[in-house]
């Protein structure tokens, strides 16, 4: 099955400061890889997403870059605020009878310091 | 509130004991999932539904478990004779059919003492 491993951990910057979380899978067949803000207490939230025909897509301070031949994807923050700190998730999927299975990595903590 | 909600929020259960969760999908969505987070990990995926039938269960759905979504709107998540290991947050998301967009609720909480 789909392994999916996410870096770092946990991440700190300062305000004003980019983000960077990297992820990469191991099923070259993946094809969908969204990205989910977590807060606390709150349930996963869909920030940005990329299909495998595309190579980076971008939404006003949030970008992601794929790289299939490396089987890797990147989520880029621009210009963070502190309302950025929450958990970061990464994860993989491709359709198999007829469901995107999400497949997630373990999660960054990011933590933007006024 | 047009989002997913799930009922209740938080569960505090003896072992052993049985537990039903529920999900309210976003309306026009076909597709209905649910997954498992237990602390410092990524959700994992239990089940999904497409409409009322149930398509896909992972191997962590332990015959303890049973999932329903008898009209095709919210589903239920039982689990009998719960274990300690059972402690988690359960959440639920819904999409429409080809859309792999995902959108989840809250969670419920669940406590196994």
């Known amino acids: 099955g789909e392994n999916v491993e996410q870096h770092p951990s946990t991440l700190s910057v300062q305000e004003g400061d980019s983000a960077v979380i990297k992820c990469t899978y191991s099923?070259?067949?993946?094809?969908?890889f969204p990205w989910y803000k977590q807060e606390l207490g709150k349930g996963p939230q869909l920030i940005i997403d990329?299909?495998?025909?595309?190579g980076e897509k971008k939404d006003q301070r949030i970008a992601v870059t794929l790289n299939k031949t490396a089987k890797h994807f990147s989520l880029h923050i621009t210009e963070t605020q502190p309302e950025d700190s929450a958990v970061y998730f990464c994860?993989?999927?491709?359709?198999?009878?007829?469901?995107?299975?999400?497949?997630f990595g373990k999660g960054t903590l990011l933590t933007v310091n006024p | 509130d047009t989002g997913v909600s799930q009922n209740p929020r938080h569960k505090i259960t003896k072992r052993g004991q049985n537990v039903t969760f529920r999900c309210d999908p976003i309306?026009?969505?076909?597709?209905l999932y649910w997954y498992r987070q237990t602390l410092g990990q990524g959700p994992e995926f239990l089940t999904y539904?497409?409409?009322?039938?149930?398509?896909?269960k992972s191997r962590l759905l332990s015959d303890r478990f049973s999932a329903e979504r008898p009209k095709g709107s919210f589903s239920t998540l039982e689990i009998q004779r719960t274990e300690q290991g059972d402690s988690a947050m359960y959440l639920c998301?819904?999409?429409?059919?080809?859309?792999?967009?995902?959108?989840f609720g809250p969670g419920t909480r669940l406590t196994v003492l």
């Open positions: 998301a819904s999409s429409l059919v080809e859309a792999a967009g995902k959108f």
């Open positions: 099923d070259s067949a993946s094809n969908y």
């Open positions: 990329i299909r495998s025909n595309v």
């Open positions: 994860a993989a999927s491709r359709k198999r009878i007829g469901n995107y299975k999400l497949t």
């Open positions: 309306s026009e969505h076909n597709r």
């Open positions: 539904f497409q409409n009322e039938a149930q398509l896909e």
